[in-house]
């Protein structure tokens, strides 16, 4: 299952910048560790340092069918 609620994304990167292992963090959200993996991994920025805000954005730019990049005007 994938994390999907804005709240639970703040609420690893809090953890996860804590300190809290994967494991935690999952036991925490009753979540599994490799979902945990998955969302830190796929919204690391650079330096493996996870930003929720940008994460979620990230994903409510793919539900709406948004590019992820703004869209320059041709000439």
Known sequence: MA?????ER?????LHRGGFSLREIGDEL???PSTIRRELG????GVERYDA?????R?????????????????
């Open 3 to 7: 994390v999907e609620r804005k709240h």
């Open 10 to 14: 703040y609420q690893i990167q809090h």
């Open 30 to 32: 009753q979540r599994a």
């Open 42 to 45: 796929r919204d690391t920025q």
């Open 53 to 57: 805000r940008q994460a979620h954005r």
């Open 59 to 75: 994903t409510f730019r793919a539900m709406c069918g948004l590019s992820s990049r703004p869209v320059s005007p041709k000439a």
